[in-house]
């Protein structure tokens, strides 16, 4: 993990491994309280990189990344569903960014492929407060599939 604090600024680098496997639920893990970043709660730009590694070369579609919108709006959702309204219904400034994932994608007709033990990067960027006290909250107990399209990718901390 890798931290710059510049005033109410912070980037923090977060790595985990995630894999594409059969359509099975795993038990959730929680991370360790010790190697979770941290912040101040005044804090309110916040980025996250999170490595992700396939184990199987997957196909998904390529107007993926609303996919990958929807699933952490969903996060969003099961912490702070107020915070989800406020996100959704247009009420605030552009409050977060992501990334599309970064890596080794294969066209495929019109889809994209990862690729098996490829690692693939996605970048998550609070750029408020409210949200960075999300994050800061989320990271706690980071889920252990990200379940879009028609792909799922275990974590793995």
């Known amino acids: 993990m890798e931290k710059l604090n510049q005033g109410k600024?912070?980037?923090?680098?977060?790595?985990?491994?995630?894999?594409?496997?059969?359509?099975?639920?795993?038990?959730?893990?929680?991370?360790?309280?010790?190697?979770?970043?941290?912040?101040?709660?005044?804090?309110?730009?916040?980025?996250?990189?999170?490595?992700?590694?396939?184990?199987?070369?997957?196909?998904?579609?390529?107007?993926?990344?609303?996919?990958?919108?929807?699933?952490?709006?969903?996060?969003?959702?099961?912490?702070?569903?107020?915070?989800?309204?406020?996100?959704?219904?247009?009420e605030s400034e552009k409050a977060f960014s992501i990334s599309a994932l970064e890596g080794q994608l294969l066209p495929s007709g019109k889809q994209l492929k990862l690729v098996a033990n490829q690692i693939y990067h996605w970048h998550i960027n609070a750029l408020s407060q409210r949200v960075a006290l999300f994050l800061k909250q989320w990271l706690t107990n980071l889920p252990t599939v990200i379940d879009w399209s028609c792909v799922e990718i275990h974590t793995h901390t």
């Open 9 to 90: 600024s912070e980037i923090v680098s977060v790595s985990f491994r995630a894999a594409t496997a059969p359509k099975r639920k795993p038990r959730a893990k929680s991370t360790p309280k010790d190697s979770v970043p941290t912040w101040a709660d005044e804090t309110e730009l916040v980025g996250l990189v999170f490595d992700l590694e396939a184990t199987a070369t997957a196909s998904f579609y390529s107007q993926y990344t609303i996919g990958l919108h929807a699933w952490f709006l969903d996060q969003v959702r099961q912490v702070d569903p107020d915070l989800l309204a406020y996100l959704h219904d247009g």
